[in-house]
């Protein structure tokens, strides 16, 4: 059992499809205050404190500290998350459809042993032809407005991309594979 320090329903659902035991508890960062060089190191550094001051209520408990951050490939020093108004959600897309992007999801587990954190990369291209009436209207359907980039590619917002390359996963907000490769080297084992 371990603490998943986050409010993502959708790293919720993945966690429960997967079966793992876990329990949430909301962390309180100010995720805005926190900045580092580019958007890699920017989601370790938010999941690193998302996981401290949960551990830091729970003390001696295993908790997971999840952040996701996207950078567009050309410039990886102006990382971007969800979107800020519905101005910027039509603008993030536009941008998407002309320069290739990485969604980055850091993991950080912080235990009373040891603490061990991942990033993981996922490449998204989207497609060339996809019209700003279109990029409009998905914009307006609020769909991805609390998603960073500004989609969800696992419903609606799948139109957008012409290659995905890396972890399904990540995209989704949790890379499993990594998550298992950090809880496995602690010694978990499915039950």
Known sequence: ????????????????????????????????????????????????????????????????????????EDDPAA???KPADLAHHRAML?????????LGTALALEAPDRPSEVLVRTRLVARPDVTDAELDAYAASGEGRECAGGYRAEAQGSFLFGAIEGDWHNVVGL????????LRRRGWRLQ
């Open 94 to 102: 536009r941008r998407h459809r002309s320069t290739p992007h990485w």
């Open 1 to 72: 059992m371990f603490i998943l320090a986050s409010t993502s329903p959708w790293r919720r659902d993945l966690l429960a499809s997967a079966g793992l035991a876990f329990r949430v508890e909301a962390p309180s960062v100010d995720e805005g205050a926190i900045s580092a060089p580019d958007g890699p190191r920017l989601a370790l550094a938010r999941a690193r404190a998302k996981a401290r001051e949960v551990v830091g209520r729970c003390p001696g408990e295993v908790v997971l500290g999840v952040d996701q951050v996207g950078w567009w």
């Open 175 to 182: 890379p499993l594979t990594a998550l298992y490769d950090l």
């Open 79 to 81: 990382p971007f998350g």
